[in-house]
């Protein structure tokens, strides 16, 4: 059997200040989790977050660019020199509010692998998609779009399955759709590669929280989460971290 290291992500996004920052570092020094912990505040307050063991930190974002004259952009050797070893990509906000595709977030990925950054490749579909039973179809699509695309991304990347409707409503998948997904998304993926899609770690997110989690972790495929709202609040995350996986 494949053993996947959990890991538990925190996407800040345009949230937080130095005090969270401290105040999330000292809450996560004390806890016991043999879990991965990761941390992707504003790409402003990497460098703020004491070195630890505990966790790791990402970015949210990162420039399809090497260098050069992109007035705003961030590059990956600029996130690594923060301190990221992740970065999230292809978050439904990113696809929704900055137009981004398919195709950007695999021209980032390949910027983040250059300077030794894993990915999380983040995929979901609409209620809308969802109401028409076409969630499998679309996911499809945009696993082909990246993985078939660049076969060699599934060994160095995680993918993060993200129901858009239920991204910061409130409302989650029930955990037989999130495994249902997850497990589809494995199957799919075992087509390009078998031995990578049954090693890749494959996170949830949508309105996890400390409550929800238990039944959403004890799923076979969901090998952890991304949590955006409940990550604000450092107890919270901290007990979401420490939930051990049934
Ligand atoms: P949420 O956000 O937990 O607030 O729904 C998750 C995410 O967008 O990554």
Not at 20 to 44: F, G, R, Y
Not at 82 to 89: K, M
Not at 143 to 171: K, M, R
Not at 218 to 243: H, N, R, T, W, Y
């Amino acid at each position: 059997m494949t053993v996947r290291r959990p890991l538990i992500a925190a996407n800040w996004k345009m949230n937080g200040d130095r005090e969270l920052v401290t105040m999330m570092a000292a809450t996560l020094q004390c806890i016991d989790s043999s879990h991965e912990i990761l941390i992707c505040p504003p790409v402003i307050f990497l460098s703020d977050f004491p070195k630890s063991t505990q966790y790791r930190l990402g970015a949210q974002n990162v420039s399809s660019e090497k260098a050069g004259a992109f007035t705003g952009e961030i590059s990956a050797d600029m996130i690594r020199a923060a301190g990221a070893e992740y970065v999230i990509l292809g978050h439904s906000e990113r696809r929704c509010l900055f137009a981004e595709t398919d195709a950007t977030v695999l021209q980032k990925a390949q910027q983040a692998l250059r300077v030794g950054i894993t990915p999380i490749i983040c995929f979901g579909e609409t209620l809308s998609e969802r109401q028409q039973e076409k969630t499998m179809w679309v996911l499809a699509q945009h696993l082909d779009a990246v993985y078939a695309a660049q076969p060699d991304l599934l060994a160095e990347s995680v993918i993060a399955y993200e129901p858009v409707w239920a991204i910061g409503t409130g409302l989650t998948a029930t955990p037989e759709q999130a495994q249902q997904v997850h497990s589809f998304i494995r199957q799919h993926l075992a087509r390009i590669n078998a031995d990578a899609a049954a090693k890749v770690r494959i996170l949830y997110g949508g309105s996890v929280n400390a409550d929800n989690w238990p039944t959403l972790f004890s799923q076979p495929d969901i090998d952890g989460a991304l949590v955006g709202g409940a990550s604000l609040k450092p107890a919270e995350f901290a007990a979401i971290c420490q939930m051990a996986k049934e």
